[in-house]
């Protein structure tokens, strides 16, 4: 079965101090997996894209990676503003169109 | 800007007054669709549309209709709201399926 785990389920980091979340997913061939961040009661707001083991993409201060079991979403040196809930989400190959969601990490950042 | 937007942002209703929700872009995407997402939990994916083709989750309880009028805008109409389907509604799109998807505010509905 198709399957998605984020971890930790929440996860408080000083500020400045570097961490990374994690997703797992077991899927019967991967055609992309996506993160998303979204804010208190708001939509999720995409952030990357990854459709091979070994690729990396960038922005600020978030860093995504992809292996063929799991992906992390590295944030270095957060910030207060960085804090929200992360999701992962993973579609497979035979699906055009659904995705199979994590139920995602809560991320604060303290000041 | 291009974007997703959703109305109202906030709908109160009584158990069982029928209700709709709307979305709209300005992405000129292929493909929109309606999740529900209860506090603390992934998105629920109700249905979409491939351009006029309408698929609907196996899941989906006839409760919830969709119309999708032309390229630019989408229904997400609930029959008889019971109180469980008290909710936020995302509003999605994306180019073509498979594509990542780009959500709307979502519209937060209280059932009383």
């Known amino acids: 079965e198709d399957q998605v785990t984020q971890s930790p389920e929440a996860l408080r980091l000083q500020e400045g101090e570097s961490s990374s979340l994690n997703c797992s997913y077991t899927v019967s061939g991967l055609r992309g997996l996506f993160w998303y961040r979204q804010d208190p009661g708001k939509g999720p707001e995409f952030l990357f894209t990854?459709?091979?083991?070994?690729e990396e993409k960038e922005k600020e201060r978030l860093k995504a990676t992809l292996t063929k079991k799991e992906s992390f979403l590295h944030i270095t040196a957060p910030k207060p503003e960085d804090s929200a809930t992360y999701l992962c989400a993973v579609q497979a190959r035979e699906s055009n169109y659904q995705l199979i969601w994590g139920a995602g990490t809560k991320l604060i950042i303290k000041p | 800007d291009a974007m997703v937007i959703q109305n109202p942002r906030y709908q109160v209703t009584q158990f069982g007054k029928p209700v709709t929700l709307s979305c709209s872009q300005t992405l000129n995407h292929n493909v929109m669709y309606w999740y529900q997402q209860k506090s603390s939990q992934a998105p629920k994916l109700l249905f979409h549309?491939?351009?006029?083709?309408?698929?609907n989750e196996a899941d989906t309880p006839d409760n919830f209709q969709s119309r999708r009028p032309n390229t630019s805008f989408c229904f997400l109409d609930i029959r008889s709201p019971g109180l469980g389907d008290a909710a936020m509604y995302l509003c999605?799109?994306?180019?073509?399926?498979?594509?990542?998807?780009?959500f709307g505010p979502g519209t937060r509905l209280t059932v009383l």
């Open positions: 990854l459709y091979s083991a070994g």
């Open positions: 549309y491939y351009d006029k083709d309408f698929n």
């Open positions: 999605a799109t994306s180019r073509d399926p498979g594509d990542e998807q780009f």
